[in-house]
């Protein structure tokens, strides 16, 4: 059985909806891996590729290969203290993990995992004090990385979680149509999530929530905290108070890869959120190359959005990006099978990205570039 079935048979089919689904009529989700797919590598031979090298640099740390787990909210309501199993995975893996705002697990209980450096993802709050607090948290917990989410000035019109229910944001668990019946055909996931899982607050919000806060609570108060008139002058401001490396998600224009650029980001994650803001829109790696052609010497591109292997890994090497982030892809595996799981998906991705490196004749990972594509000339 796939690990996406596996995820479907173990999760409850809110939570399996509300992290397999995208925005509108998912076009754009299902475009972001067909996007991919569509993509011919150049096999090339009689090339020296008896040592082959998956590693690169990120912000000056060393990866051993050029992926990245990316943020994924309510990741801990899909197994068990989740973003705890993929920060101990990306570390056996020797890659970041990027530890999102609405996590379930906090980042100073994430911290405890090792003392390798991970990743924040966080949001444009209205209290500017709380973003400020919130950046002083992560800082002193060793974070040196921002992830910050730019393209959710509204919510994405997610109507598979509205199908389920899940109607209002995440207050709908309350009110989830296959309700209790449903928990109680998965009784794996209630007694390894449910019950061994505890907390399930959003543990990074519990400051400004209050210790036994409902998820209701949470959505409430992060659903009156999403800021829509947030500019570049907001972002020239997070650029004065953020010392660490600064990353845009959510740039899918040329435009606002120069704009990026000029406030001072050092990088940027090309993306269309996973296909869950707005449907319809091009795929980050169709995007790609002309935000590379814009702006790709002078900062360091990322891209995420239908990546589910190492050699799209390497395609997206060749459009331009120096690594890639997988977001569903860990969920799915240590929703279906655990750390365990995703220890085995990662090892398959780098073995991969090893194969298709050595197949298009490029012996090192940093060296990929567009040739590594069978333009079709």
């Not at 309501?77 to 993929?86: H, N, T």
């Not at 944001?169 to 928990?183: E, N, V």
């Not at 814009?294 to 589910?308: N, W």
């Not at 860990?330 to 073995?351: I, K, N, P, T």
Request: hydrophobic share 45%; glycine share 12%; proline share 3%.
């Amino acid at each position: 059985m796939g690990i996406i079935a596996l995820a479907e048979r173990r999760l409850p089919r809110g939570l399996f909806g509300y992290l397999d689904g995208g925005a509108g009529e998912e076009v754009s989700l299902r475009q972001n891996s067909t996007d991919f797919e569509n993509l011919r590598l150049r096999q090339r031979v009689m090339r020296d590729v008896s040592k082959v090298e998956t590693s690169t640099t990120l912000f000056g740390e060393p990866l051993k290969m050029p992926l990245i787990l990316a943020p994924v909210g309510m990741a801990g309501m899909m197994a068990r203290r989740s973003e705890m199993q993929a920060k101990r995975a990306a570390d056996k893996a020797g890659i970041p993990f990027c530890l999102s705002t609405v996590g379930i697990c906090p980042v100073e209980e994430v911290a405890t995992v090792s003392d390798k450096p991970f990743w924040f993802q966080l949001y444009m709050l209205k209290d500017r004090g709380i973003v400020k607090e919130m950046l002083d948290h992560v800082w002193a917990q060793g974070i040196r990385t921002l992830v910050f989410t730019v393209d959710l000035a509204v919510m994405g019109a997610r109507y598979r979680d509205v199908r389920n229910g899940l109607t209002g944001g995440l207050a709908g668990w309350k009110r989830l149509r296959a309700g209790p019946i449903d928990y109680a055909l998965h009784p794996r996931w209630l007694y390894d999530v449910a019950l061994r899982g505890r907390p399930h607050d959003f543990g990074n919000l519990v400051r400004y929530v209050g210790k036994g806060g409902s998820v209701v609570d949470f959505q409430q108060w992060l659903g009156g905290q999403f800021d829509a008139s947030v500019t570049w002058k907001d972002i020239e401001w997070l650029r004065t108070i953020w010392s660490g490396n600064l990353v845009l998600k959510g740039i899918l224009d040329a435009e606002d890869a120069r704009e990026t650029v000029r406030v001072g980001a050092d990088g940027m994650i090309v993306s269309n959120h996973g296909g869950r803001q707005l449907d319809g829109v091009s795929s980050g790696i169709a995007m790609l190359p002309r935000i590379a052609d814009a702006v790709g010497s002078e900062t360091t591109l990322l891209v995420d959005g239908g990546v589910r292997n190492g050699q799209d890994v390497v395609k997206a090497l060749a459009m331009g990006a120096k690594a890639a982030l997988i977001g569903r892809p860990w969920v799915y595996a240590v929703a279906g099978a655990g750390q365990a799981g995703l220890d085995r998906m990662l090892a398959a991705f780098r073995h991969d990205v090893a194969t298709a490196l050595g197949l298009t004749g490029f012996p090192r990972a940093v060296d990929v570039d567009a040739s590594a594509i069978d333009s079709g000339a």
